[in-house]
């Protein structure tokens, strides 16, 4: 159970080292399309593939004819790990520097059939600590050569080579050896150079390791009852729409850290021989723990047994029944109850449901941010069309401004000084200024006229229509335009009408058009408040 943020947080790896078997129809093409870090990851992981069901024959031409220098080190870091000494020697003809720190993202490359099998990747986790769930290159280099040995002979040929065994890395290469070597021999040689053995890694090894390390490990006095907890943040931020996992353990004990991925006889089987090896030697089966696993918020759920635990995904295909009869028959607690009153049998299917929640969660709110992403789109088309539109309406009113003030019997020299002036207006939201720059030609035009006629003697001012009122109205935009109309109108509610319509079409207020229409219609009798 210690190990299920471990777990959580490899299953983006394993997802994507799961790709190794199509890896070669990734062409150029392919890459050329991914953004540059999704690019680095496929073309670091492809160099797993040169070593990938070859014989040492063949591993050893590659190292030997490698330009990049990371393929050497990962045909070294494959020799140390799978104990194959041509390519140890391959790999240091080359220049391997067995102590420099290697980066996570190149032991990711690191080529195998079983994507359950532990890896180099799984020591650097051991030895540090695993990256976030959505980090996609992990850069650090935690481990180097040296420390991922896991046989006493190659340790021997690696110091040989200059290898370099100061306390901090021997007690790496303590954790490597103890965790996923077969036999306890070189463990012992590193107790006796210096390395000290660290009580936590028993849960390791109930985890990850071997019935015979376990054993071992037991043998030299480590507590089958140890308790551990969960370190650091307990947030798993899973990369799904920002949805954040809660998954940690407080105060669990060895017995609670059994291999928790069984799908096949030999696994659960050797999940079953650890804990018995565990309860011989003295672990408490009903110990209790806290628990969490859940999204969104915290959820921490106390009294919880290793019954609890194992029970919880017994009903999967990973699960382990042949665990949940096991510890039953060996005096676990069936009505054990945790803080929220649930029995072991109760909490079976838990994972399920919570995982189910979360890709719920993550399905509302990836609709979610695409019902926004496709209104963001649909708003911005609308407002580039409409705002044409709206300016086609507004040139379209004026055109019928224009018509009926010619037919009144303006100047047609002003009408088109208006309306042109006017569509300036409406094409720039109002900033050319165009109706106020007429409004002033016509009126010296006027004025002009006016001393003509004055001068001349041939006419006589005509009075307002009968019923009539005119005054100039100051509309003012939220651009910051303000423009002086003219209104002619009998009635307040033509007026209120002709307001609003020199409102909108002055603004461009193309959403309010078809209703200022309407009120013109309603209060002056006509769609574009020309009352008679």
């Not at 014989?55 to 990049?68: E, F, K, L, P, S």
């Not at 040689?189 to 000290?196: C, F, I, T, V």
């Not at 991925?261 to 011989?280: F, G, K, N, V």
Request: aromatic content about 6%; glycine content about 8%; overall charge negative.
């Amino acid at each position: 159970m210690i190990c299920r943020s471990i777990r959580v947080s490899a299953i983006a790896l394993i997802a994507f080292v799961s790709l190794s078997g199509c890896m070669s129809v990734i062409d150029s093409m392919v890459l050329a399309d991914m953004d540059p870090a999704s690019r680095k990851l496929v073309e670091t992981h492809r160099l797993g593939e040169n070593f990938k069901n070859v014989t040492d024959a063949q591993a050893v031409r590659t190292i030997q004819t490698a330009r990049n220098p990371e393929l050497v080190t990962l045909g070294g870091v494959i020799g140390i790990w799978e104990q194959r000494p041509a390519l140890i020697d391959a790999a240091l003809a080359r220049g391997m520097n067995l102590n420099q720190g290697i980066p996570n993202r190149l032991l990711l490359s690191y080529p195998k059939e079983d994507l359950m099998a532990p890896g180099p990747l799984n020591a650097a986790y051991l030895i540090g600590t695993p990256p976030s769930m959505t980090q996609l290159i992990d850069e650090r280099a935690v481990v180097s050569a040296a420390m991922l040995v896991r046989d006493l002979q190659t340790f021997d040929r690696l110091i040989q080579a200059g290898a370099v065994y100061n306390p901090a890395t021997l007690n790496a290469t303590l954790k490597t050896a103890t965790v996923f070597g077969n036999t306890p021999i070189l463990s012992e040689r590193l107790l006796q150079m210096g390395a000290e053995l660290s009580p936590e890694l028993i849960f390791s090894v109930a985890s990850q390791g071997s019935a015979e390390m376990l054993s071992w490990i037991l043998s030299q006095g480590i507590d089958p009852n140890s308790r551990l907890s969960t370190p650091g943040d307990r947030r798993q931020h899973t990369g799904l729409e920002g949805i954040t996992l809660y998954s940690y353990a407080e105060n669990i004990t060895p017995l609670f850290s059994l291999p928790g991925y069984t799908p096949d006889t030999p696994s659960r089987q050797r999940a079953i021989e650890m804990a018995r090896l565990l309860i011989q030697a003295g672990a408490e089966v009903n110990a209790t723990a806290t628990f969490s696993y859940s999204i969104s918020e915290d959820q921490p759920i106390s009294g919880w047994t290793p019954l609890h635990a194992y029970s919880m995904t017994q009903n999967q295909p990973y699960g382990n029944p042949d665990l949940v009869a096991y510890l039953i028959s060996v005096g676990a607690n069936t009505q054990a109850l945790n803080s929220h009153g649930q029995t072991p049998a109760q909490v079976t299917g838990m994972a399920d449901r919570v995982t189910q929640q979360m890709m719920t969660l993550a399905d509302q709110r990836r609709r979610q941010r695409e019902q926004r992403e496709a209104q963001a789109r649909q708003q911005s088309q609308t407002a580039d069309s409409g705002n044409l539109f709206g300016q086609a309406m507004a040139i379209a009113g004026l055109a019928t401004v224009g018509a009926a003030a010619s037919n009144a019997g303006v100047d047609s020299s002003a009408v088109m000084q208006i309306v042109g002036g006017g569509i300036a207006d409406v094409m720039t939201e109002g900033r050319a200024g165009g109706i106020q720059q007429a409004q002033q030609q016509v009126q010296q035009q006027q004025q002009q006229q006016s001393r003509s006629q004055a001068s001349n003697q041939t006419t006589a001012a005509l009075p307002p229509a009968p019923g009539f009122q005119t005054e100039t109205y100051r509309v003012s935009c939220p651009s910051g335009v303000s423009n002086d109309i003219p209104l002619h109108y009998r009635t307040q509610q033509c007026r209120s009408a002709m307001i609003d319509f020199a409102q909108a079409y002055s603004c461009n207020d193309y959403r309010r058009f078809e209703q200022v229409h309407a009120a013109c219609e309603r209060a002056c009798g006509s769609v574009n408040c020309l009352q008679e």
